[in-house]
């Protein structure tokens, strides 16, 4: 074994010649058998080349009809996927419904973006409570509002999250 391992260019070169000199053996066993096949089948292709000849009349009887062809049937995988898209279009128009509906109903709801902006700036400016230095933490915190500017408050005044 050692010494395949240590001549292993040598052992590819004898494996090779052993694979080419294989087939060439079998591309000559082929070419042989095919020879003989054309051999076996010389006098029917005479009875062919007679029968391709113009003038020819077979027999006595009419032509032969054509053999008729059983109906071709789709595989059950076609009809699944046909099923499943259009299910998918229904779903697709289904969805382009419903995405007018909210549309149509967000213009006739709304005011544009100048009812909007009004609508926000009358949420941020809801009341706040008074600032007491009595009022406990938990008072204050009560209103949306002042939750939102102690988190804004708290995000400008502390340090970055780079040096925390």
């Known amino acids: 074994?050692?010494?395949l391992l240590?001549?292993?260019q040598l052992t590819l070169l004898i494996g090779g010649a052993l694979f080419w000199w294989l087939q060439k053996r079998l591309q000559e066993s082929r070419q042989h058998r095919s020879l003989e096949a054309?051999?076996?089948?010389?006098?029917?292709?005479?009875?062919?080349?007679a029968a391709r000849a113009p003038g020819y009349r077979g027999g006595a009887g009419p032509p032969p009809r054509?053999?008729?062809?059983?109906?071709?049937?789709e595989p059950a995988y076609?009809?699944?996927?046909?099923?499943?898209?259009?299910?998918?279009?229904?779903?697709?128009q289904d969805l382009a419904a419903h995405l007018r509906l909210l549309l149509d109903t967000k213009a006739t709801t709304t005011g544009g973006a100048a009812a909007t902006r009004a609508r926000l700036a009358a949420k941020d400016q809801a009341p706040l409570p008074p600032a007491a230095p009595l009022a406990?933490?938990?008072?204050?915190?009560?209103?949306?509002?002042?939750?939102?500017?102690?988190?804004?408050l708290r995000e400008i005044l502390d340090p970055p999250l780079s040096l925390r």
């Open 66 to 73: 054509p053999l008729a062809l059983p109906p071709r049937r």
């Open 6 to 8: 240590d001549h292993f």
């Open 78 to 92: 076609v009809a699944e996927a046909a099923r499943e898209q259009a299910q998918a279009l229904k779903h697709q």
């Open 136 to 152: 406990s933490l938990r008072e204050i915190l009560r209103h949306p509002a002042a939750i939102r500017r102690a988190v804004a």
């Open 38 to 49: 054309l051999r076996e089948a010389e006098p029917f292709l005479a009875i062919e080349e």
């Open 1 to 3: 074994m050692n010494a």
